[in-house]
Structure formats: structure tokens, C-alpha cells
């Protein structure tokens, strides 16, 4: 290497080298891995997995060192904000010998094939010229990883469309083999060699060789596909997880940023809680309930300290009667344990079912932390859901335009609430996206907060799941609710912190009336209305929520009842989601008596109290989040919820939680007090474990998946939510303020330059620009045909078919047309 040359670098980005990219995906990829707790008896050995993280460092951007170099060039030639770098002499020296010597040969083969400048596909293989291993499957893992660094993980050996994803056919070696004769080898080991890795071009005929014996591969993937070992799947989600943190970290975390924004996690004080508590309600006059959540919390919290060391925890406990302290203070119980036993400090991440109170529960966290007396503790707060914006603080620090996106979507945040489509769909995926997070989930504190909201088809594949993560990273897991699933076979595995039994039989705060349930098997909405009226009327000082199945029955009960009583309000996920919390707080500060139709989004987490609840009939864990609505802080007597049936239950639930339900509910009497409801939770539980969770094909499936490493269809089988085909997304310009919104958004979409550019404005403008989206349906709506982007729409003349009351104008045997 002559003298000029020794001073050339290859280019990674149009503002930095390959050395730099590279050496700091190392440091970011190092360090991540230095924080992590790592069982090696039950998992991998450490030295290994660093061993391989190494590598995958040092060869995903192998490939940048042949073509890719002629499009970045041109990149870095053209990009306006990269002055200081394209002007270094040294990058002036290389980019003139390559536009000398090499352009004109690199432009002419690409125009003949573009695919020349992809890069990840050379270093997947050539890594293994440093990495052999008694486990070839290790081998491939490394392959793979480099190969999808920029895409979803797909299937291992196939993907869904039956392309070979490890075998070398000939249009592959041919391809890999032009991009090798072109490959600056001797700038690329400049990188390599103080890594201690080096790489000669004689590797390849082995490699070739190897992965291009179809028959040998064939019985490699016939014996993997026997085992029934998980670990490689935790393996490769792993080692993907952190390559991607430290490949997108480089470019979205500012140059000195890394040191002051990717941290340890804070450890709390052991006595957060209490603390807080004591200052929270210092002055407050205690109800009676007061001391039954009092003696609750202590309870739990012996228990937690008693039984820290064990991975799996419980607290089923009452509707109101205080679960969220009581499990927030598990948590940081939990934590300070884990670092006892194992030295590293967790994150702790709180999971709820619904979007709609993930805000409730991140204020109160975020109040608690602020109380902690621990400087800008409550900057490490995150919540994680479609519609949250990213902190643009961490620490002291003041983030750049892309770090709180990195922060957040990472999961880098030492506490976070999230959902549970979030999480579980961040571990069953192929996603590249949803992937990044997952390293920051194995050395956690899980509290899933309505933790009956895991459909029970998926019970064995998540105690598998579970089971693995708290046996190769100790993760630990409380599973919250009021109505506790048999979500492990084995119940005693999990421990239970709370005295369930003895605090619902201390509760007689409502009761379960089934009377109208058992005299009307069927209610046509016109008979119901009747009854309600008749209940109202002669019962003028009590409120009463009626929570029905569907939308459009809620609002036919609505329309008649708002005609004939006053302070009727109305809640359905119809309404604008703005619209929704001035409906709920409205409930909260009444004074009069008030009269609410809704549908099932009263269920979890809103906290509002009436006197009678009427439930359309539903599954039992859906009737008891109806009845903490009723009587929640025992000051009204004795609340009743009261069961109906207009028979449209089977069209949003499973028939077999409807019908388990029915024959739970048939031996009980009429009325159920609640101090009986514990066991008949506890009945129905065994029921639905017995007759749905066990034996369905859904996790059988999933679980011979994750065997044989098929992310795609483990990520096309597992659907917390299906997909919403039903319904437009249609924005409704209630006010100038929505106008102004919507303007914004679609100045976003005409002037954003760049794909990723649309995507980070388009995700900072969605969380205030979905406030005003609703769903129309589209068996009664035509989408206007002057809007080419159906996935968000705007009707501007929206009074004809919304109301801003009750939402969508259901009219039957009619179908909009704009």
C-alpha cells in the first residue's frame, strides 16, 4: 500500500467512514451486552455470545467495501449537510482515486445489475471464514443475522415463498462472487486486523463449497427441525436485537451522546412506594375501604420480600382495591433483588391492555418518580404505544431530532409502560423494527396489568416463552388482575402475593344480579329500553352505566334514553378519542346523577363509579372489569350490576368464553354477592384452561415454530389483535385547531424528501393527529374517490354522518356515498 492510499478510508455514510460506523456499533453493541445478566449454564456461555456479537459487528457492512462504495459516493458528493466531512483531505484524496480509477467500471456494472450495490449478503457468508463451531447451527445463526440486518428476519432455512436463505445457488455465488472481485479487501482489513480478525479472498471456494451442498444442508435442517430446543430462537433474537440497537444507535445518537444517553438503569429506593403513599395522602380522612387496600398492600408486600427470589408472582385482588401501588411497589422490590442476586440493574416495564390508560397509569408513575427526591429520574420514563410522543429530555440532556425516537422505540428507558400488543408482539415477530427492543427485555421486571386479557389459546406458548426468559436472563414476571387466568398448567410455579380469598370475602360492595339474564335468554334492544326506563325512573338518585356489546345498539339505547332523562352521556371507541376523556372526566365531577351508555372502553383502567351497572352478556373476566365501575369505593350501599343478553356477545368474543361463562354462572342463585366471586372466577378460570387453553393448535404451532426458527409464521400465527379490515380511518376537522392538524400532515406527506425522512414526521405528528381519527365502516361507507391515500381520510362535510356526541350515524339498510 503506497503512501497516499494508507490514508484512504472506505466510506459507510455520507457523514462518516466505515471505521468510525463500525467501531461504534462495537462500543454501543459491548456495552449493551456488558449490562446484561446471562444465564450460561441454561443458555449460551458468555465468551460466546460476545465472541459472536463481535463478528457480527466487524462483517455486517462487509459487503460496503465493493459497490455500495460507488453509491455512497455519490451520496456524500450530493448530501448538503455533510460539509465538514466531505471536505477532510483524506476523504477528498480517496473520493478522487475511486471517481479515477474505479467509477466508470462500478457505474457501467450496475447499470447492468443494481443489486451489485446491496451489501449484507457477502458478509453473512464471509463471516464464517472466523467462526467455526461444534454447533453449526450457530454458524448459520451468524449468516442470517448479517444477511436481514436491513430487513424482517425471515424463516430459517425458507422463507414463506420457499427462497433458500442459507443455501448457495449459482445465481448467488455468481452474484457474490463479482461483488468479491471487486471488494477492496486491503482498505476493509485496515478495520479488521486491530480487531483481531483478518480475511483473505481464499476463504471463499470453502465456503462455496459448504453452503452449496444441498444434500448436506437438507439433512442439517431434517436434524434441526427434530430437536425441540428453544434456545436458538432467544439466540438469534438476541444477537439480532443487538445489532440493530448499535447499527441504528450510530446514526440516530449524536457524536458524544452514547456515554450520557445509553446508561445503567437507576435502581430505586426500596421504600418509593411508601414513601410516595405517605406523602400522597398525608391529611387525607380514610374510608373504610382505605384500610382493607391498606392491609392489601401490606400484604403483598411481605410476600414480595419473603419470595423475591423466585421469577413468577401473582397479585389477584378486588376490583379498587389499590393493585397499581401495590404491583409498582413488587416491582421495585423485585429490582432491588435482581441486582442482589445477579449484579445488574433491570429496567422495569409495566404492560396494560389498552392504550386508552396507558396515560393514567404513566402519570401516576411519572408523580412518583418525581417525588423520589433522585434529579430528573422521571425523564426515564417512557410510554410505548402508537399514540405517545417521545421524551425530548433523557437526564440532564437535551436530545436531537432523533434520539427520542431511538430512546423510545428501544425500550433504552429504564421504566416504560406499554401494551400488551407491544410486548408479546415484540417477541413473536420477524419484524426488524419490533426486534430492536427485544435485548432490552430479557434482564426486566414485567408487571402485566390485566393480565386476563391474554387470549387463552396462547397460554402454553407464553409459559414457554416466560418460562425460558426468566431461565437464561432471570426475568421476572407479576401477573396483576382481578381475575387471575390459569395462565401456567403448573399454578403453583407461579407465587401468589396477595390473600385473594380473604379480601373478596371482606368486599360486599356489589352484587351480581342475574334475574333479567335468566327470565329474557334473549332481549330484543326495544324490550331492553323499556326495562331501563321503567329501572331509571323509579330509581331517581341512583347513576347507572349500561355497557353494551356494539356501537350501534348503544346508540339506539342512547338516542331514547337522552330524549327522556337528563345528563345522559355516551362513551364508544366511536367517539374522537379527544372527545372521549371530556366524556370521562364529565362522569368523574357530576354532581347530579348521571346515565352513561358505552361499550366494553369503560372496562380497564377508567376509573369512573356508578351505582347500577347493566352488562350485556359477555365473558366473565369482562363482567367483573364492568363491575369495578359499580360502587368502587363501598361508600353507595350495596351497588348491583346487572346482567342482559340482546344476544350480540358472539360477534366480538369467542363462543367458548361465551358459553364457559353461561355454564359457570348456571349453579350460582340470582344473586351473586362478591364475596362468592372469587371462587367463581376461580371455576371459570379452571374452565376456560381446561377446554381452551390446552391442546389448541394455536401454540402447538407456535411452539414448533420457535424450534425451527420460522419468524415469519410465528409472526403471521400470533395476532393479539386481528387486523382491522372492517373500518376507514377517517379524520373529522371538528375545529380549527384539527384543521391546522390535518394541513400539517399533509404538508408532511408532500415535502418530505426521503422515505425514512415521511416515516420520523408522520410518527412525531400521529399521537395529536389521531386524536381527531375515527373508524367509519365500510359496509355503509364509500370512501370519497378524490382521495388517493385511503389510510387516513378526511370528510369535510362530516356533520351529515358523524355526531360528535355519539359518533359514526349507524342507519340501517343505507349506505353512504361521497
Not at 665 to 682: A, G, R, T
Request: with cysteine; net charge negative.
Amino acid at each position: 500500500m503506497d503512501e497516499i492510499s494508507a490514508s484512504f478510508e472506505l466510506i459507510s455514510h455520507p457523514d462518516r467512514t466505515l471505521k468510525t460506523h463500525l467501531d461504534s456499533c462495537n462500543n454501543l453493541s459491548k456495552n449493551a451486552l456488558a449490562l446484561k445478566y446471562i444465564n450460561a449454564n441454561a443458555f449460551f456461555p458468555r465468551d460466546l455470545i460476545e465472541r459472536m456479537r463481535h463478528l457480527l459487528v466487524y462483517y455486517h457492512d462487509f459487503g460496503k467495501a465493493s459497490f455500495f462504495q460507488y453509491k455512497i459516493i455519490q451520496a456524500t458528493l450530493s448530501a448538503k449537510n455533510n460539509t465538514d466531512f466531505k471536505s477532510l483531505p483524506h476523504i477528498q484524496s480517496y473520493i478522487q482515486h475511486f471517481n479515477a480509477n474505479k467509477s466508470a467500471t462500478y457505474e457501467k456494472l450496475l447499470d447492468e445489475n443494481d443489486r451489485l450495490g446491496n451489501h449484507a449478503k457477502l458478509g453473512a457468508y464471509l463471516v464464517l471464514s472466523n467462526f467455526e463451531y461444534q454447533d453449526p447451527i450457530l454458524e448459520l445463526i451468524l449468516l442470517k443475522i448479517i444477511r436481514r440486518h436491513h430487513g424482517n428476519l425471515t424463516n430459517f432455512f425458507k422463507d414463506v415463498n420457499n427462497n433458500p436463505q442459507i443455501l448457495l445457488q449459482e445465481s448467488d455465488i455468481t452474484f457474490l462472487e463479482k461483488q468479491l472481485e471487486y471488494h477492496d479487501l486491503e482498505l476493509y482489513q485496515k478495520i479488521i486486523i486491530p480487531q483481531g480478525l483478518s480475511i483473505e479472498k481464499q476463504a471463499w471456494p470453502i465456503i462455496r463449497e459448504k453452503l452449496s451442498n444441498s444434500r448436506k444442508l437438507s439433512r442439517l435442517q431434517a436434524t434441526f427441525e427434530n430437536q425441540e430446543d428453544v434456545k436458538y430462537f432467544f439466540l438469534q433474537h438476541f444477537l439480532f436485537s443487538l445489532l440493530l440497537a448499535a447499527d441504528k444507535g450510530d446514526m440516530m445518537i449524536a457524536d458524544g451522546h452514547q456515554s450520557k444517553i445509553i446508561l445503567e438503569n437507576t435502581l430505586l429506593p426500596i421504600d418509593l412506594i411508601n414513601n410516595y403513599k405517605t406523602w400522597r395522602h398525608k391529611g387525607d380522612t380514610p374510608k373504610d375501604i382505605d384500610h382493607i387496600r391498606e392491609e392489601a398492600y401490606r400484604t403483598v408486600e411481605a410476600n414480595a420480600i419473603s419470595f423475591s427470589d423466585q421469577g413468577f408472582f401473582s397479585i389477584t385482588l378486588p376490583t379498587g382495591l389499590g393493585k397499581t401501588y401495590a404491583a409498582f411497589n413488587t416491582a421495585v422490590i423485585l429490582q432491588n433483588r435482581y441486582y442482589d442476586q445477579f449484579a445488574v440493574k433491570p429496567r422495569i416495564i409495566y404492560v396494560l391492555p389498552f392504550t386508552s390508560i396507558i396515560d393514567q397509569n404513566e402519570s401516576i408513575f411519572k408523580e412518583v418518580l418525581k417525588n423520589s427526591q433522585i434529579p430528573n429520574l422521571a425523564t426515564r420514563l417512557s410510554k410505548n404505544h402508537y399514540l405517545s410522543n417521545a421524551n425530548d429530555r433523557f437526564d440532564s440532556q437535551e436530545l436531537n431530532k432523533d434520539e427520542p425516537e431511538y430512546l423510545t422505540d428501544g425500550w433504552e428507558h429504564d421504566f416504560i409502560v406499554t401494551t400488551f400488543v407491544q410486548f408479546l408482539e415484540s417477541i413473536f415477530t420477524d419484524k426488524n423494527r419490533l426486534l430492536r427492543k427485544f435485548h432490552n427485555m430479557t434482564n426486566a421486571i414485567f408487571v402485566l396489568d390485566e393480565v386476563q386479557s391474554i387470549p387463552p389459546e396462547y397460554f402454553e406458548i407464553i409459559e414457554l416463552v416466560f418460562t425460558k426468559m426468566n431461565e437464561y436472563f432471570g426475568t421476572k414476571f407479576v401477573f396483576v388482575t382481578a381475575t387471575q387466568p390459569y395462565l401456567f398448567e403448573n399454578k403453583t410455579s407461579i407465587q401468589e402475593l396477595g390473600n385473594p380469598h380473604q379480601f373478596f370475602q371482606s368486599l360486599n360492595r356489589i352484587t351480581l344480579d342475574l334475574s333479567l339474564l335468566r327470565s329474557h335468554d334473549k332481549l330484543e334492544v326495544t324490550e331492553f329500553i323499556q326495562i331501563l326506563l321503567e329501572d331509571i325512573t323509579e330509581h331517581p338518585d341512583k347513576s347507572f352505566l349500561i355497557i353494551c356489546n356494539t356501537i350501534k345498539s348503544s346508540q339506539e339505547i342512547h338516542e331514547v334514553l337522552a330524549r327522556s332523562f337528563d345528563n345522559v352521556l355516551y362513551l364508544s371507541s366511536s367517539i374522537l378519542p379527544s372527545k372521549r376523556l371530556e366524556v370521562i372526566n364529565k362522569i368523574k365531577q357530576a354532581l347530579a346523577r348521571q346515565i352513561v351508555i358505552s361499550t366494553q372502553v369503560v372496562e380497564a383502567g377508567v376509573d369512573i363509579d356508578l351505582d347500577i351497572v347493566y352488562r350485556d352478556f359477555a365473558p366473565l373476566d369482562s363482567i367483573n372489569q364492568s363491575a369495578g365501575r359499580c360502587n368502587r369505593n363501598g361508600l353507595k350501599g350495596n351497588g348491583l350490576v346487572k346482567l342482559f343478553n340482546l344476544n350480540k356477545g358472539k360477534y366480538i368474543y369467542d363462543q367458548i368464553l361465551l358459553s364457559t361463562t353461561f355454564d359457570t354462572l348456571k349453579p350460582y342463585p340470582n344473586l351473586i354477592k362478591e364475596s362468592e366471586l372469587f371462587n367463581l372466577n376461580m371455576e371459570y378460570a379452571q374452565s376456560i384452561r381446561r377446554v381452551k387453553a390446552t391442546a389448541n393448535d394455536h401454540s402447538d404451532y407456535l411452539k414448533k415454530a420457535l424450534q425451527e426458527l420460522r419468524t415469519e409464521d410465528i409472526s403471521a400465527k400470533f395476532k393479539l389483535i386481528e387486523q382491522d379490515y372492517r373500518n376507514y380511518n377517517v379524520f373529522i376537522p371538528i375545529d380549527d385547531t384539527a384543521r391546522h392538524i390535518w394541513a400539517q400532515y399533509q404538508e408532511i406527506i408532500r415535502t418530505a424528501d426521503e422515505s425514512f425522512e415521511l416515516k420520523r414526521k408522520i410518527k412525531k405528528i400521529k399521537p395529536v393527529l389521531l386524536q381527531y381519527v375515527t373508524r367509519f365502516p365500510k359496509d355503509k361507507f364509500v370512501p370519497p374517490t378524490n382521495q388517493k391515500d385511503k389510510s387516513i381520510m378526511i370528510i369535510e362535510n362530516w356533520e351529515e354522518y358523524y355526531s360528535l356526541e355519539t359518533g359514526f350515524k349507524i342507519i340501517e339498510d343505507q349506505t353512504i356515498i361521497l
